[in-house]
């Protein structure tokens, strides 16, 4: 069976490591790259297992599991658009082996709906605004959420500030 | 009285229609799974539904999957054990009419194992979205899930 591991993504992902590539200083030395240090990257994995793993008829109307090479890219964009401080996304099924990553946090809302691979719409609101929300159709950038991110993050933290 | 047999294509699939035997004032259901539900620190209890569980299927000829509670009713069953059975989690409800006002399209898809299964079609944007999770009635609640209809 197909599982998301740290060992299988290893070398996949395309996020800069965080200072932990080693220097080669002979043939014989190795160079290691290891996942990004995040609290909730196990409860993801752990997450995106199961939901490749549902029973067919989950949401009661007959919808499979998530599809394995969808739930893949999910991990390899959160690894590539989090910081070690982003708070843990909801990640929730959809009917036809997609998913949807989700951060509702005080200060706005973040939702990715993963299609498939490299097939991806973005949806950004902000707290307080009279906009209904920012849009984008996702393929292999994905700056725009770092910055959606970055931008909640900002928003939730100025009150402490100001605060302190 | 049953529902009248929906429009089918060539490989008898049902096609996106509007029954006529659906009334405006019929409530069509729509099961909620717990895989559905999202953490949100701005709603009371800090759980909510996700816009994900109002999202259409992408195969084939498929919209997003309803129970009508008329078709359960006329068949002499309970609608809530219904829906409920076997392990179904909670439920919301819509008025056909609100759906058909938003300009979906609201059908009879009689499945093996459910004849009392439809489907709504048509564009689930995600304004569409939020806005079918913001007038979604509570069916089966289930405890400690923000719903925002019902805290209006």
Known sequence: MNRLS?????????????????????????????????VWRADVVDRL?????????????GAGPVNFNTANFALRVLE??????TPAPSIVPGPSGDLQIEWH???????LHIRAPN?????????????????????????????????????????????? | MPLSKPPLDDTGEVTPHDHHDISNEDRVIRRISEEHFVLDTKVSGGKRISTMAFQA????????????????????????????????????????????????????????????HGEVWGIFSKGRQKKLLNSAQWFVEVDGVFLPSAAA
Not at chain 1, 9 to 25: D, F, H, K, M
Not at chain 1, 50 to 60: A, E, F, R, T
Not at chain 1, 80 to 85: E, F, I, L, P
């Open chain 2, 57 to 116: 299927s992408s195969d084939g000829n498929r919209g997003m999957s309803v129970d009508l509670e008329a078709s359960i009713i006329d068949a002499g069953l309970d609608a809530k054990i219904f829906v409920t059975t076997p392990k179904f989690f909670g439920s919301v409800w819509f008025l056909a009419g609100f759906l058909r006002a938003e300009t979906f399209m609201v059908g009879y898809d009689p499945l093996p194992d459910n004849a009392h």
């Open chain 1, 6 to 38: 740290g060992i299988s993504l290893t070398g996949t992902t395309s996020a800069p490591a965080q200072g932990v590539v080693q220097a080669l200083r002979n043939r014989d030395a190795r160079v290691l790259i290891t996942d990004r240090p995040s």
């Open chain 1, 49 to 61: 297992n199961y939901l490749c793993c549902l029973p067919v008829g989950w949401n009661g109307y």
């Open chain 1, 105 to 111: 946090l005080e200060t706005g809302d973040i939702e």
């Open chain 1, 80 to 85: 590539s658009v989090c910081s070690s401080d």
């Open chain 1, 119 to 164: 097939d991806v719409h973005g949806w950004f609101e902000t707290v307080g605004t009279e906009q209904s929300g920012q849009e984008a159709q996702l393929t292999i950038d994905f700056t725009e959420v770092a910055h959606w991110i970055k931008k909640l993050l900002e928003s939730t933290r100025a009150p402490i500030k100001a605060a302190a």
